[in-house]
């Protein structure tokens, strides 16, 4: 039996990188202020949540929304939580206490998403075709993530899944993976 703790995530502007400003630019600094709280009370409701699971952590897999598989995972979430993301600094208390970071996404299509999502935020487009485009280009992430976990969750492991809310990801990882969905399914 493979088991896979998933749970449903908001990003904050430290973890979109270059996009996280752009977002925040979008936004009044009142806006901007209630978003970074609201993801910090989110974050401590995911850390507490994960603690009450009482988990064993050596030999526990983490999967992460936007970590490309690039051999640089670790520094990759170093400096992210560094620069003030409390999911990535979950992720290193986690891994300080024994769990194992996985590579979860493809680079490539990571590079193909932020391209985009930079051209529409310096735009304010929102065409019907770059809209179609940035759903496709989700699909063939959650393709992607779902098999690299297939790949890469053997029996009888347990892994936990950060992923952003706008991805489905259920229906596309094979059936015997358990998934355990503490926060509830997305809506």
């Not at 993301?85 to 208390?93: A, G």
């Not at 297939?150 to 029996?155: F, K, P, R």
Request: one cysteine or more; hydrophobic letters at 40%.
């Amino acid at each position: 039996m493979r088991a896979l703790i998933y749970f449903p995530i908001i990003h904050s502007a430290k973890d979109l990188g270059s996009l996280g400003n752009a977002v925040n630019e979008s936004k009044t600094d009142a806006q901007a202020q209630q978003y970074a709280l609201a993801v910090e009370h989110f974050w401590t409701l995911i850390g507490t949540t994960i603690d009450s699971l009482e988990l064993k952590y050596t030999g526990l897999k983490l999967y992460q929304d936007g970590l490309p598989v690039c051999g640089k995972e670790k520094e990759i979430v170093h400096d992210v939580a560094t620069s003030g993301s409390e999911n990535y600094r979950l992720l290193e208390i986690l891994q300080d206490k024994g769990a194992t970071l996985m590579g979860t996404e493809s680079a490539e299509l990571l590079l193909q998403e932020h391209a985009l999502m930079t051209q529409l935020l310096q735009s304010g487009e929102r065409s019907e075709s770059a809209l179609a485009t940035a759903q496709t280009l989700l699909n063939q992430r959650d393709d992607y993530i779902a098999q690299r976990i297939n790949e890469s969750l053997q029996d009888d492991e347990m892994a936990i899944l950060f992923l952003g809310l706008m991805h489905n990801i259920e229906a596309k990882l094979p059936k015997d993976i358990v998934l355990i969905q503490p926060l509830g399914k997305p809506k």
